[in-house]
Nanobody
Framework: VQLVESGGDLVQAGGSLRLSCAAS????????VGWYRQAPGKEREGVSC????????YYADSVKGRFTISSDSAKNTVYLHMNSLKAEDTAIYYC??????????????????WGKGTLVIVSS
């Protein structure tokens, strides 16, 4: 099983980024894939997730209206489109996967597999 994130970068406040999570080694459509982030000195928190079985999505309140999660089953890839970025969005962003349909954004301890992360820095 492998989850590989990419797309992290240094961006100015108000800017946009698209993160990608390429998955392999498991049946993509059976899993919910989520994005989590960890800022310096803070605990890892959930950002958004998408259940590949039915396309349902969930977002943390802090990113609603600014971030959009999407999935491409043909490429086994999940994307996080981030707009109107703020300095407080600065963090390492991790991709994670858990088997089955989830009713809400899973906690970090609920996830089965994790990627190594990609760094997003938003300068103010």
């Amino acid at each position: 099983v492998q989850l590989v994130e990419s797309g992290g970068d240094l961006v100015q406040a108000g800017g946009s980024l698209r993160l990608s999570c390429a998955a392999s080694g498991f049946t993509f459509d059976d899993y919910t894939v989520g994005w989590y982030r960890q800022a310096p000195g803070k605990e890892r928190e959930g950002v958004s997730c998408i259940s590949n079985s039915d396309g349902s999505t969930y977002y943390a309140d802090s990113v609603k209206g600014r971030f959009t999660i999407s999935s491409d089953s043909a490429k086994n890839t999940v994307y996080l489109h981030m707009n109107s970025l703020k300095a407080e969005d600065t963090a390492i962003y991790y991709c994670a996967a858990v088997l089955g349909l989830q009713l809400g954004l899973p906690g970090t301890y609920d996830m089965d597999f994790w990627g190594k992360g990609t760094l997003v820095i938003v300068s103010s």
